[in-house]
């Protein structure tokens, strides 16, 4: 497992962009795929993105395809999510979460992989 740490998130008007990072501890950083998702107030937990150890494939839900990008150092084991042109229905708790699986990877439940604490994001009309 690896222990991950979220940070970046904050409030801006919509339109705007944020960087969320995700730093991983451990040396086996590189062989985790890792994701984000998200929970706002009063719903389920969903899938935001996702990016395999090899950097090769990317998974977005459609929700934030176009919009969001999602990068990876394994130099520094970390993870980034770019979020540009931010709309209010964004706005949620975003947690990183990491598995040695990437397939079904958007189905990660809480029992499975290892995942941060959430940082907030909040949109603003």
């Known amino acids: 497992q690896v222990q991950l740490v979220e940070s970046g998130g904050g409030l801006v008007q919509a339109g705007g962009s944020l960087r969320l990072s995700c730093a991983a501890s451990?040396?086996?950083?590189?062989?985790?795929?890792m994701a984000w998702f998200r929970q706002a107030p009063g719903k389920e937990r969903e899938f935001v993105a996702a990016?395999?150890?090899?950097?090769?494939?990317?998974l977005y839900a459609d929700s934030v395809k176009g919009r969001f990008t999602l990068l990876r150092d394994n130099a520094k084991n970390t993870v980034y999510l770019q979020m540009n042109s931010l709309k209010p229905e964004d706005t949620a708790v975003y947690y990183c979460a990491a598995d040695r699986n990437y397939a079904g990877i958007n189905y990660l439940s809480l029992s499975r992989g290892s995942w941060g604490q959430g940082t907030q994001v909040t949109v603003s009309s």
């Open positions: 990016i395999s150890w090899n950097v090769g494939i990317k």
């Open positions: 451990g040396r086996t950083f590189s062989s985790f795929a």
